[in-house]
């Protein structure tokens, strides 16, 4: 016999087996967890896309007031040469 043989003979013994007793609220509270856990998730997804929005405005605001694609204003006056 092989090894998957085997392999498979010991796993179909402990199915055939006496099931272990699992408490009456596991379906109850695994849905309260699975619940709890989507209710996380989406907070943080809102926190990510609420402060992503924060970042992208502030970003306009400055980009509108400091005007960072013009040249800056000369501080000399150039020269003419004769």
Do not use: I, K, N, Y
Not at 19 to 45: C, I, M, T
Not at 73 to 79: D, G, L, Q, R, S
């Amino acid at each position: 016999m092989s090894g998957t043989g085997r392999r498979e003979d010991e796993v179909r013994r402990m199915m055939e087996g006496p099931h272990p007793q699992v408490p009456a609220d596991l379906a109850a509270s695994a849905a309260e967890r699975g619940a709890r856990l989507l209710r996380r998730r989406r907070a943080l997804r809102r926190l990510w896309v609420l402060t992503l929005v924060a970042a992208v405005t502030a970003f306009a605001v400055w980009a509108l007031a400091a005007r960072p694609w013009e040249a800056p204003p000369a501080e000399t006056t150039p020269v003419e040469s004769w």
